[in-house]
């Protein structure tokens, strides 16, 4: 059964976005793990985070921990749907996907470790 691994909330301001939560909900952020552009909550199940964007959504981005990310875009895409071309981070491999309605969200092959 594939799960929800991860996901993401957009924001304009990571800094504020920090700030706003901590008071909210008492989150902590994890510092190895957060850079200017992405902060990380840390014990959060499943694991998420904040992403810096230039405009933000007012929903999450969902990541579907996967076996193998390019098997699942090639079956995306045979399923009417669209897949962008999967990219390595240090966490492992990812690719944003669409479904055959447009409805996003991303495929997530942890890296070992994760």
């Known amino acids: 059964m594939i799960q929800l691994?991860?996901?993401t909330m957009d924001t304009e301001n990571i800094e504020k976005a920090r700030a706003f939560y901590s008071a909210l909900f008492g989150w902590?952020?994890?510092?190895a793990e957060s850079h200017p552009n992405y902060a990380h909550v840390e014990g959060g199940q499943?694991?998420?985070?904040?992403?810096?964007?230039?405009?933000?959504?007012?929903n999450?981005?969902?990541?579907f921990r996967v076996d193998d990310v390019e098997?699942?875009?090639?079956r995306v895409v045979e399923l009417g749907g669209k897949a962008a071309i999967p990219?390595?981070?240090p966490s492992g491999v990812t690719a944003v996907v669409c479904d055959d309605q447009g409805v996003s969200f991303?495929?997530?092959?942890?890296?070992p470790g994760f």
């Open 5 to 7: 691994g991860y996901f």
């Open 28 to 31: 902590t952020f994890d510092e």
């Open 46 to 58: 499943p694991s998420f985070g904040f992403t810096k964007v230039e405009r933000a959504k007012d």
């Open 60 to 63: 999450p981005h969902l990541y």
């Open 71 to 74: 098997r699942l875009c090639a």
């Open 87 to 89: 990219s390595e981070t």
């Open 106 to 111: 991303s495929l997530w092959q942890p890296a």
